[in-house]
């Protein structure tokens, strides 16, 4: 059974995914925050990234995760979409 002490340290790991996800100013190769996500099914991590798209202000973030083409040719493939960073992180995903 876990601590009280290890379920405040778990919870404070995922507020820190969703802020980060959140501040794209933070973000070290912005435009782009890579993720990633334990796939049990395939036994590895799967990898992507949260685009800062658009002009608006402030700037919209998708929460789409996209798969990185093998080359400049292949278009981006959209592995998983959210409409928040909360259910997001539910999900599984996590700053890489």
């Known amino acids: 059974m876990a601590s009280r002490k290890t379920k405040y340290a778990e919870q404070a790991l995922l507020e820190r995914e969703i802020k980060m996800l959140k501040s794209p100013g933070d973000w070290p190769r912005w435009p782009f925050l890579p993720v990633k996500r334990w796939d049990s099914k395939l036994r590895t991590n ?12 402030p700037p919209r973030i998708d929460y ?12 981006w493939k959209v592995l998983a979409e959210y409409k928040t960073a909360e259910e997001m992180v539910a999900d599984g995903w996590r700053v890489d």
């Open 46 to 57: 799967v990898c992507g990234y949260v685009v800062e798209c658009g002009l608006d202000t």
């Open 64 to 75: 789409k995760v996209f798969e990185h083409p093998k080359d400049a040719e292949t278009p």
